[in-house]
């Protein structure tokens, strides 16, 4: 073995000691106490290195658009008439710089893997698709981006929408999803979605349950459809606020049948925390999926971004470690195993609803960053910054540690 790179003195999960890996064509080639090499050494000090995290469920296409929207009333209702309005006007001028800004951020912070909605409908037609298109081929080096021809007005409703999500996956589109919860007929939207989805051979993903309303899940169609097709998950399905509204044994069940059919449950903090809830004057609920019950009966569960900057999520820098920080706040998480547990939901448990390895081992592609942490419950619990990172063993950002003067 001849390695291109070797990152020396770094902090594994689960070793006692520090670590030297050697990087060869791409992929890690060696783990050591010490490997002895002429190729060049980068020092981690200690530093925890890592698979780089993923971002499982982000909209690029309508992030930073803030300056643009008026916020009255800070509801959902309100936030996707304002994204409606506003995104008539996008080009795909416009689109690409805004989502290069935010791509570039996410990298800065370790996301070495992303899942991007774009919406196809008759006001934005295929113009944030072309952007987001040429954005994904221009940042390829430095992470993957998974792009789902997104329905986020409805179906039934919007005819239109049918061709341009058919011409979007004919198109390098790699998935498609739906939003039930803006659709007239629900249930006829999630059986769309799959038949589009087993159509051209490829996931679905929803927004589902958005909601702080106990009663009228679409989760029951989901797994429904599912049956009916015979569908192998994973499907992800984001927000599912619902579940915050739900006693223990009925939560419980629809987790046995969500782990049972492949099912993972993607919370997004930041966007559910500001629109939801705001009607009460007291005990404001949290609204956020509990996803550590969910974890605890088998759901695949992860944590990601949404929205950046615009009428859903006025705010945002695209730091995943953020915003697993803030979901075991809302969590109240403390013990380590459970702080474990939300590093995993930015990264290992993501990376499986994606179908993706996510593994510092030999053999494994050498997509690494390096966190000033000693594990990952105390990257969560101090936000850590990220000092840098190797995409298929090529450095592809530096952060360094700031110097005191």
């Not at 080096?141 to 004919?170: H, K, R, V, W």
Request: glycine content about 8%; charged content about 20%; aromatic content about 6%.
């Amino acid at each position: 073995m001849t390695p291109d790179l070797v990152i020396a003195n770094a902090r594994l999960p689960g070793a006692a000691m520090p670590m030297d890996v050697a990087v060869a064509g791409g992929r890690i080639a060696g783990i050591a106490p010490q490997i002895v090499s002429d190729a060049p050494r980068h020092d981690a000090r200690g530093a925890l290195l890592v698979p780089g995290f993923v971002e499982c469920h982000i909209h690029l296409d309508k992030a930073g658009i803030l300056d643009r929207a008026s916020i009255v009333e800070g509801t959902l209702p309100e936030a996707v008439r304002e994204t409606a309005r506003l995104k008539a006007g996008f080009t795909v001028e416009d689109v690409h710089a805004r989502a290069s800004a935010v791509v570039r951020r996410a990298i800065s912070h370790g996301t070495m893997a992303m899942r991007t909605y774009v919406e196809v409908d008759p006001r934005a037609g295929l113009r944030s698709f072309e952007a987001i298109k040429a954005v994904r081929a221009e940042f390829a080096s430095s992470i993957d981006i998974e792009i789902c021809a997104f329905a986020q007005e409805g179906l039934t409703n919007e005819p239109e929408t049918q061709a341009l999500l058919e011409t979007a996956l004919a198109d390098g589109a790699d998935l498609v999803g739906g939003c039930s919860y803006t659709d007239p007929d629900p249930v006829e939207h999630i059986r769309r979605i799959f038949a589009l989805a087993e159509r051209f051979g490829v996931a679905a993903d929803f927004h589902v349950d958005f909601d702080l309303v106990p009663t009228g899940s679409d989760l029951p169609a989901i797994l429904a459809e599912m049956e009916r097709r015979r569908w192998q998950g994973p499907v992800a399905c984001g927000h599912a606020t619902k579940f915050s509204t739900w006693a223990p044994a009925e939560r419980d069940a629809m987790a046995d049948r969500l782990a049972a059919a492949g099912v993972g449950i993607v919370a997004l903090p930041a966007t559910d925390l500001f629109l939801l809830g705001r009607s009460a004057e007291t005990l404001v609920p949290r609204g956020v999926a509990p996803l550590m019950a969910l974890a605890a009966r088998g759901v695949v569960t992860a944590v990601a971004t949404n929205n950046v900057l615009n009428p859903f999520t006025p705010y945002g820098d695209v730091n995943l470690l953020r915003m697993a920080n803030l979901f075991a706040n809302v969590a109240q998480l403390a013990r380590d195993d459970d702080l474990d547990a939300a590093f995993a939901m930015i990264g290992a448990r993501p990376a499986q609803l994606l179908g993706r390895q996510h593994a510092v081992s030999v053999g494994a592609a050498a997509d690494l960053i390096l966190v000033d942490a000693t594990s990952g419950a105390d990257a969560v619990r101090r936000c850590a910054p990220v000092l840098a990172g190797w995409k298929r063993g090529r450095l592809s950002f530096e952060r360094p540690a700031p110097i005191l003067r």
